[in-house]
């Protein structure tokens, strides 16, 4: 077991560097508050009764590369997405194999969710083979190339999202204030992680003179990895709603239909529509065709296909 609290805080305030201090007075700054544990599987949840969370580095890594595959769902789509719009036709993947290096680029997304799986199967990091094509998240790491760098802050966004998630479990657990139903907490912990990393966009953007609408809109699309990632990681028979949790559809779409969303550009819904189509086509969720007018219309229409 290794505690590694101060490489959690540090994450957030990279992610969340307007809110950074107040996350401290909320969930403490003392050590042992997350622990790496070498355990097997993807393992990231709040220890009930305690202000701990556990977490391994399998579950790290997946995350890692579920941010990468996510990326080669955009290179597979939004070329194609656009011409499907301006020549007003529906979006349907069965059809697109036709298309110039399309079934190339759906073998490559493919490829890489594979490699997530097999990471979850192993014992260890150290079974793992690395894919030569994504960075290792090793110490002191450096990502020079452009496009590579935009993958690592949305990781790192993902990331935030699902500790934040977690936080607020303990938070409720200490507080005394858990919901009855369960299903009620984690609906509860994921508006709290989405409005802690949307809420003080303005704040953080009136210091860094970036745009408010840019921000957030990156900042959207790593909470749509980390949602994406239950596709990966958790058994089909689990993506529907229970007793315990919400549906990956409705936790999507509680993000996309949010206040957050509101006033975002042409192209965050169209990253939004090519991630989500790259992901149901690759669990096999598409079998219609989906008109759209526009690129916020076709990812909401892919949503609905999500159990």
Known sequence: M???SDAVDLLFTGVVPERAQELKHLWGDDGNRVR??????FLLHQLPGTNVIQVNEIALR???LIGFAAWDAVDAYAGVMRLLLMSNQPF???????LDRQMELDAKFDRALKRVQELGRCGSVDEF???KDVPEPTIGLKIRDIA???IFELVCIAGGFVFLHEIRHGILDRDGKRPVQLIDEERECDQFARIFITSEVRTYSAQTG?????VRAKRLLGIVIALLTILVVTPRQYWGKSSSHPSVRERIETVLKSDACKHLSETFWLTCASMLGSFARHFGLLSDSIPFANFEELA???CEVLP
């Open 210 to 214: 970036d745009s408010e609408i840019e």
């Open 129 to 131: 083979e690395w894919p």
């Open 92 to 98: 349907e993947p069965a059809c697109l194999k036709v």
């Open 62 to 64: 997946q995350i890692w």
């Open 36 to 41: 790496l544990l070498p355990t097997e599987g």
């Open 148 to 150: 590579q760098k935009a």
């Open 2 to 4: 290794l505690d590694v």
């Open 300 to 302: 909401l229409s892919i």
